[in-house]
């Protein structure tokens, strides 16, 4: 069944693309449509998979001859990110409702992208899977280009030869694997029981993991980011942060430790203290989550602050997955989802609902205007985002960070302590922005509010108050009661850890 | 052998030889007086007949021999070349349809089609006669193909370069030729091949590798190899579109089945095939590197396309580095070239529209395409990204099938870091592909006129386009079609 949240949206991109020119109502409501079709088969999906394994969807011959085949199946973490695709998704059309310029062309390639997302979450042959991922690089370029804003072309340039650079790593990896490996299967399973050598696997892995760690956003791989994120449009930026990252840190998962366990092995020597790619990872992931939130902290531009905070958020992911304990992996799997729904409301408050109305994403400017009083829905789903963002109790955030926390305490305690420091910092850059952006100590004085010159900011639609509430309920509803994403990442990450992919 | 056997052998060249003459008693007597446009329409259509009726006639003609030794093959890498010859020919006919270029159609169609008869004959040749006599018979023709844009001085100046250096690379060719024919007594490969290995046990080494060094050069000039490259540019660019075309495709499938016809005679792992894969994968890094970087530099598309195709011969040069006589290389070699091939002639069918619109081929006129023509742009999108090996596009079904042959011939660190290579240059490539899709999708059109193409080519454009993204999702029935020549 979850099958069909791929061929949906593939569906809808070329409906699209055959839609009259100049009708954007009627292309908006055709994605709002594909876009909520795919999210309840994704939670009708989710739903059946309580208390069951791997599950598989669809397994048929491809390319017989090269032992290709067609597989998709999900396991607990699959179908979390299938959800997690589904609501970003939805909350991406809400947010883009405001796009006129080739709505139709917009909506196609935003669906293109969304097909390959659910699709590298649910293949199970490592050659389907790069060919999803490599569909879903492709739409990107395309929108932050044609419909994005500050130094687009730069920005989607950037960001296109950095997936591909990342993809290419891939593609050498998966290739190399393919023939090591006897050349008669790449599905994930087979490839990981085909008993790859140890010395083979010790760099394959690095390779793999830093070619899916680049859209992960892997410190020092992350420069794409920032300038990506700020260039695309508000929609472009919310998938970005929510799912195409998510992908670079499912691959790093899937295939890189499921495909290559061994490359985590001590090399049996030390140098400058790392004994192993798990330590430098580890490493280099703690440097994201601290630089990360130092440059967000000192950013003059609002939608920059979001950006970097991605990196440091998806720092927490790659560390997690380094713990290689049972509570470290759940927590990175949680912090994928959580992350993925508070960057979107994030993007979506700072890109959408306040530039839209304000037309600047300066702190200086945005300081002058009072906004909490101008747009206090803004203003308040802001403090609720910034608060989820923080890791407050409450929030999907609190759950999945402390999750991760203990699991590096149980591998090595000094990563624990040098991610706390990451996280106070968090806090204080969430708070600025917060305090820049809305909540001014000065009082309007007459001056500041003529008679004349403080136009009515246009009242919050529709859209933006369901896309809002949306995400607000998921990322509470996961943080009130855990357990509702627990139950299925548990059992799967046992798995994993267990055997790998087997 | 007798004039019957050898009649029934070469029939599909016949065939398009009786089709030649035909085209032109048409084209110069009954519709002499007609339009161009007429004419060029009455003109391709005999051409495609003929390559149709070629096409049976592949199906059916059998081998060729002289007393005992085999002049002509059939069925397997011949098999292939020839059919992908005739249907790559048969499209490049179709483009003329709406791209009048010269006063006499009929001609060019000739030409054409005796091309396409050199091509058959490389194709299926085992000695190095035939061989010979079919390379001279594709290149003179395609000289003339350059240069039948008569009023055009690109075009002449275009012929001219590709003919000296052509010329020159024949000779080459040739003096190797002698070298092996003195090593051996033989003309026929595995004559030749026996006797290069017993030269080569008895210490004629040095003479084995000049002679192959020299067809290196001849065959590097054919299929544009750096550092024989430098007519590509310039043809690519001057030739008519429907030549250049042709040039692009046509003649690089047989001169590639010709290079997999000596790979294939080669000794895997003696002296002489060393020497032979250690040149290709020289030529092979050479043309990936410098092919991609200059690629990035160019204003004209026509002149990037060039600089790509130069690339994507150092991918294929690479597959026959590494390369096994068991028939999978030879497959996975052919699935890219035809593909290949059919690709460059969709991109060259879209550029030869804009540039009849908008004057010339710069980067620049391809601005606002999605606006004034959609379906050309979506063409050259599919067509640009299957290029730059993007999935689901047949391009990258092509590379990974290709790269995952050469590693499954193994020889340790070599072949890998080429591999590694190659498609770390897949991701520069995407950065020029990339220029001009964004030309054609993100720029605003300079000018708010429709850009026309004609009846035929749109749908010749829209064939192709499909083609690439059907291949590209199910990539098994081509291949199991090329395998089904290898039973």
Redesign the interface.
């Known amino acids: 069944m979850l099958a069909w949240t791929i061929y949906l949206s593939f569906a809808g991109a070329l409906l699209e ?1 055959l839609l009259p020119k100049g009708k954007p109502g009627l292309a908006r409501a055709l994605a709002l449509l594909v876009a909520v079709a795919g999210l309840v088969v994704a939670v009708a999906g989710y739903a059946a998979g309580f208390s069951q394994g791997r599950i598989t969807v669809t397994d048929v011959p ?5 032992g290709i085949r067609y597989i998709l199946a999900a396991d607990g973490i699959s179908r979390v990110l299938v959800l997690l695709t589904g609501l970003a998704s939805v909350a991406g059309v809400l947010f883009s409702w405001n796009i006129d310029k080739r709505t139709n ?1 917009f909506f196609a390639f935003y669906l293109a992208l969304i097909g390959g997302v659910f699709g590298v979450f649910l293949s199970y042959d490592l ?1 389907l899977l ?2 999803f991922y ?2 879903a ?2 739409p990107k ?2 929108i932050i ?2 419909w994005g804003s500050t130094r687009r ?1 730069y920005g989607a ?1 950037k960001l ?2 950095y997936s ?2 990342g ?2 790593m891939v ?2 990896g998966l ?2 694997s ?2 090591t490996a006897g ?1 008669h299967s790449t599905g994930l399973v087979d490839l990981a029981h085909a008993g790859l050598s140890t010395s083979f696997q010790m760099w394959c892995f690095p390779l793999v993991f830093i070619g899916f760690g680049i859209l992960a956003g892997l410190w020092p791989f992350h420069t794409w980011a920032p300038t990506g994120h700020v260039a695309a449009p508000t929609a472009a930026s919310m998938l970005l942060a929510g799912v195409v990252m998510k992908l670079g840190a499912y691959g790093c998962l899937r295939v890189a430790m499921g495909l290559y366990p061994h490359g985590l092995d001590p090399w049996g020597f030390s140098l400058l203290g790392l004994g192993s790619w798990r330590d430098v990872f580890a490493v280099l992931a703690i440097i994201g989550i601290i630089y990360g939130a130092l440059v967000a902290l000192a950013q003059t531009d609002f939608k920059f602050v979001i950006g970097y905070s991605s990196v440091s958020h998806m720092g927490f992911v790659l560390l997690g997955l380094m713990t290689l304990n049972q509570i470290g992996m759940t927590g990175a799997v949680l912090q994928m989802f959580s992350h993925g729904v508070i960057a979107g409301l994030l993007f979506a408050i700072v890109g959408r609902i306040v530039y839209e109305r304000t037309h600047t994403r300066q702190f200086a400017d945005l300081e002058k205007m009072h906004l909490s009083r101008r747009l206090p829905f803004a203003a308040w789903a802001f403090v609720i985002a910034g608060v989820a963002s923080m890791g407050l109790p409450g929030f999907s955030g609190f759950v999945a960070e402390l999750q991760v926390l203990v699991g590096s305490w149980r591998a090595a305690p000094g990563w624990t302590v040098a991610a706390g420091i990451g996280i106070v910092i968090g806090v204080a850059y969430t708070w600025r922005a917060l305090q820049k952006a809305f909540f001014n100590d000065k009082l309007p004085t007459a001056e500041d509010h003529p008679k004349t010159g403080w136009h009515d900011m246009a009242a919050i639609t529709w859209p933006e108050a369901t896309g809002v509430t949306l995400l607000v309920a998921a990322t509470l509803a996961v943080g009130v009661y855990p357990r509702l994403l627990l139950d299925q990442i548990e059992p799967a990450v046992k798995t994993f850890l267990a055997g790998g992919v087997q | 052998m007798n004039y019957n056997e050898l009649f029934l052998a070469t029939l599909p060249e016949t065939v398009l030889e009786l089709a030649a003459l035909l085209v032109l008693i048409v084209d110069l007597g009954l519709v002499r007086n007609a339009g161009p446009r007429y004419r060029a329409v009455v003109a391709a259509f005999f051409g495609v007949a003929g390559c149709a009726v070629a096409l049976w006639a592949v199906s059916i003609a059998p081998a060729l021999h002289f007393g005992s030794t085999l002049l002509l093959t059939v069925g397997g890498t011949a098999g292939v070349a020839q059919c992908s010859i005739l249907i790559l020919t048969g499209i490049t006919l179709l483009l003329l349809v709406d791209c009048v270029f010269s006063r006499n159609p009929g001609e060019y169609v000739a030409v054409v089609l005796m091309a396409a008869a050199g091509g058959l004959l490389i194709a299926a040749a085992q000695d190095l006669l035939v061989i010979f006599t079919g390379l001279e018979l594709l290149s003179v023709s395609l000289y003339i193909l350059a240069a039948f844009a008569k009023k055009s001085a690109a075009s002449a100046e275009s012929s001219l370069k590709y003919y000296l250096f052509g010329g020159m690379a024949a000779a080459f060719l040739l003096f190797g030729f002698s070298y092996l024919y003195g090593l051996s007594a033989s003309t026929s490969l595995p004559q030749v091949v026996l006797g290069v290995s017993v030269a080569s046990l008895n210490g004629g080494v040095a003479l084995v590798s000049v002679a192959l060094v020299m067809i290196a050069v001849g065959l590097g000039f054919k299929v544009a190899a750096v550092p024989f490259h430098f007519w590509a540019p310039d043809t690519y660019e001057g030739a008519p579109a429907p030549a250049a075309a042709f040039i692009a495709s046509v003649s690089k499938v047989a001169s590639f089945a010709l290079l997999i016809s000596i790979g294939t005679a080669l000794v895997p792992g003696h002296g002489a095939a060393q020497s032979w894969s250690l040149i290709l994968a020289v030529l092979a890094a050479a043309s990936m590197i410098f092919g991609n970087v200059a690629a990035l530099a160019q204003t004209s598309v026509r002149r990037l396309v060039a600089y790509s195709a130069i690339a994507h011969a150092g991918y294929i040069l690479l597959g026959l580095a590494y390369f096994e006589p068991s028939g999978r290389n030879a497959q996975a070699i052919l699935y890219y070239i035809l593909t290949y091939g059919l690709t460059t002639i969709g991109a060259f069918g879209v550029i030869s529209a804009v540039e009849r619109a908008t004057g010339n081929d710069s980067i620049g006129n391809f601005a606002g395409l ?1 606006r004034r023509n959609p379906v050309l742009a ?1 063409v050259l999108l599919v067509l640009f ?1 299957s290029l730059a090996g ?3 596009l047949v391009g ?1 079904w092509a590379k ?2 290709l ?2 042959a050469v ?2 011939v ?1 020889g340790g660190a070599a072949p ?1 870091a080429l ?2 290579l190659a ?2 240059f ?2 520069v490539s ?2 020029y592909y ?1 220029q001009v899709l ?1 030309s054609a ?2 720029a605003a059109p300079a000018a708010e006129t429709k850009i026309k193409a004609g009846p035929v080519t749109m749908l010749v454009l829209i064939v192709i386009a499909l083609a690439v993204l059907g291949c590209g999702c199910f ?2 029935y081509l ?2 079609w090329i ?1 089904g020549f290898y039973l």
Do not use: C, R
Request: proline fraction near 6%.
């Open positions: 693309t491809w390319i017989p001859s090269m062309q050659f790069f060919v490599e569909i690089i492709v370029y395309f280009a044609i072309e340039m296109a030869l591909f650079v993809s290419a593609l050498i290739l190399a393919y023939a050349a | 999605h979506a990204l993007i999935p689901p990258f990974f099938n790269f995952a590693l499954m193994g890998f591999v590694a498609v770390a897949s991701a995407l950065f990339l964004k999708y993100v990539p098994a291949q199991d395998a």
